[in-house]
C-alpha cells in the first residue's frame, strides 16, 4: 500500500489525513444503475416472496421532513431498548444518512434517545456537541465538521442533521437536550491538546511532564496532519513512547483529587478520558492490540453512557461492520454488556451509486468520486431482500424459524456488501463478505437504491 502523502500527492491534495480520511475531490449527484430490478431467480420461490412480503415492514419516506407514523413498528421493534445501533454497506450512500437521521429523529420524539454517537474522533466531536447546544456560533458547522477530518462525515446529511439537533435543542422547553457525539480514537492531537490545557493553569509539573512525555506521539495537527508515522516507529521507541504516555495517565489518576478540587469533576473526566484517548491511539498505531479500535470504539460508548444521565438512551451511528455481532466487532463487545437492551440494525441496498476513494487495478488510491454498481449478484442476501417489490423497508430477523423452505435462504451464509472508504471498481467481489445475517444484525434495513453523498468543502479549524 502505498504512503498516504504518495496517494495524496497523486490526487492533487495536501497530506492532511490517513488513507481512511482522504479528502474529496469534486462529488457528483447523479442518479446511475438500472432504471428497473431485475426479474426475480428461479432461486426466490414464490414461498420466500410471500414470507418476506409478510415480514418486511416497508416505510414511505427517508426524509426527516415528513410524518413519522409510517415508523411506528420500528418503534415496537425498538421497545424498551436503551441502545440502537445503526449500521451501513457503504460511508457515502446519501439514503442511508437520510435514514439514520430520520430513525434519530423518531426516537428522539417518540422513544426519549437523548445520546446521539458516530464513527467519529472524540475530542473533535465534543465541539460539535458545544455547537448543538448553542455554545458556539452558528457560522462554524462546516468548520467543525472539517474538523472531524474524515470526508465520510464532511457531508450536507450530517450537516443537516447537526442543524437538527441544534434546533430540537433551542426548541425543547422542559425536554432533556440532545447531545452529539463520537466514540472513535484514530487521532490524538486534540486529545494531547486537551491535557495540556487542563493542567497548564493548575498543575505546573504535570503540565510539563505531559508536554515533555508526549513528545514522543506523532500526533495530528487542527487539519488532522500528522508530523510522522508512528506505526512505521521502531519496537523499541514504541515501547519508550508507551511508558511515557502511561506515565501521564497514571499522574492524572492518582492526583484525581487534587485536580478535580482545583477544576471540577467534569473537567478532569475529560482530561482523563484524554489521556485514555491517546493510549487507545498508541496501542492502534502500534498495533500491540488485536481489534484494538473496534474495542476502544466500544470502551468509548460505554464512558460516554456512563457520563450521561441515569438511563439515558443511545443511538450509535456506524459502518455495518464495527454495529455487528461479529467476534471483534464494536457491535460484539456491547453486545456482551447490554445483551438485548440493544438493538443492532444494519443497512443494505442493491444497486445505485455511493461515494468513495477509488482503488485501482494497481493497489494505488486515486481520488474521491461516486461509484456505481448493478444489481446485487444471486449469491447475495440483497438479491434476495429486493424479491419483496419494496423500494424500502426493514426485516426484524429475530426469533426467525430458519429451518423452512421459505427462510432457510436467510441462515446463510450468503455474500452481504460491505463498502468502507475506498472501492476498488475493477473488482468488486472484494466488496462482499459472508456472512449469516440474522448473527450480525437483529434488524436490516434495505435500500432498492443507493445515492451519493454530497461532499461538503473542507474548512477545518485553524487551531483545536
Not at 439514520?100 to 437523548?114: A, I, N, P, S
Not at 496501542?283 to 470502551?299: C, F, K, S, T
Not at 463487545?333 to 468513495?356: I, K, N, P, Q, Y
Request: proline fraction near 6%; glycine fraction near 8%.
Amino acid at each position: 500500500m502505498p504512503r498516504i502523502t504518495e496517494v495524496l500527492r497523486r490526487i492533487g491534495q495536501r497530506p492532511t489525513v490517513s488513507v481512511l480520511a482522504i479528502l474529496s475531490l469534486a462529488c457528483g449527484d447523479q442518479q446511475s444503475g438500472p432504471a428497473a430490478p431485475p426479474p426475480p431467480s428461479p432461486g426466490v420461490t414464490p414461498e420466500i416472496v410471500q414470507w418476506l412480503r409478510l415480514n418486511a415492514v416497508s416505510f414511505e419516506t427517508v426524509d426527516v421532513r415528513q410524518d413519522r407514523t409510517d415508523l411506528d413498528e420500528l418503534g415496537d421493534i425498538v421497545g424498551d431498548a436503551r441502545i440502537v445501533a445503526l449500521g451501513e454497506a457503504t460511508h457515502g450512500t446519501r439514503e442511508f444518512f437520510a435514514m439514520k437521521h430520520r430513525v434519530l429523529d423518531y426516537l428522539v420524539q417518540e422513544k426519549g434517545f437523548t445520546l446521539f454517537a458516530m464513527e467519529a474522533t472524540w475530542p473533535e466531536m465534543n465541539r460539535i456537541d458545544d455547537w448543538v447546544k448553542g455554545r458556539r456560533d452558528r457560522s462554524e458547522a462546516e468548520v467543525l465538521l472539517s474538523g472531524q477530518y474524515f470526508w465520510t462525515w464532511r457531508t450536507a446529511a450530517v450537516l443537516d442533521l447537526m442543524t437538527w439537533a441544534r434546533d430540537y435543542n433551542e426548541g425543547r422547553g422542559a425536554a432533556q437536550a440532545v447531545s452529539v457525539l463520537g466514540f472513535d480514537m484514530q487521532f490524538p492531537g486534540m486529545a494531547i491538546h486537551n491535557v495540556l490545557a487542563f493542567l497548564g493553569p493548575i498543575d505546573p509539573a504535570g503540565a510539563s511532564l505531559a508536554t515533555a512525555n508526549y513528545d514522543c506521539m506523532d500526533a495530528n495537527d487542527s487539519h488532522g496532519l500528522f508530523s510522522g508515522s508512528y506505526r512505521d516507529r521502531t519496537i523499541i521507541y514504541q515501547s519508550a513512547c508507551r511508558s511515557n504516555v502511561d506515565e501521564v495517565f497514571d499522574h492524572l489518576s492518582t492526583n484525581r483529587g487534587a485536580l478535580e478540587a482545583a477544576s471540577s469533576a467534569e473537567a478532569f473526566a475529560l482530561a482523563l478520558q484524554s489521556a485514555r484517548l491517546v493510549q487507545q491511539f498508541e496501542d492502534h498505531a502500534a498495533q500491540r492490540v488485536p481489534g484494538a479500535r473496534d474495542l476502544y470504539m466500544a470502551e468509548n460508548t460505554e464512558w460516554l453512557l456512563e457520563q450521561a444521565a441515569p438511563g439515558t438512551k443511545a443511538v450509535l451511528w456506524a459502518h455495518n461492520f464495527h454495529v455487528s455481532d461479529t467476534p471483534g466487532a464494536m457491535g460484539s463487545h456491547l453486545r456482551t454488556s447490554h445483551g438485548s437492551d440493544m438493538v443492532v440494525m444494519g443497512f443494505a441496498f442493491d444497486r445505485g451509486s455511493f461515494t468513495a476513494v477509488t482503488i485501482d487495478q494497481g493497489g494505488s488510491f486515486s481520488g474521491l468520486t461516486s461509484h456505481s454498481v448493478g444489481a446485487a449478484p444471486d449469491d447475495s442476501y440483497e438479491f434476495f431482500l429486493r424479491a419483496t417489490g419494496e423500494p424500502q423497508f426493514l426485516l426484524d430477523m429475530r426469533g426467525v424459524e430458519l429451518g423452512t423452505s421459505a427462510t432457510s435462504w436467510l441462515a446463510g451464509p450468503r455474500r452481504f456488501r460491505s463498502i468502507g472508504c475506498c472501492y476498488a471498481p475493477s473488482d468488486p467481489s472484494r466488496h462482499f463478505r459472508s456472512e449469516r445475517l440474522p448473527g450480525q444484525f437483529d434488524v436490516v434495513i434495505f435500500m432498492e437504491r443507493s445515492n451519493p453523498t454530497v461532499i461538503l468543502p473542507f474548512v477545518p479549524p485553524d487551531e483545536f
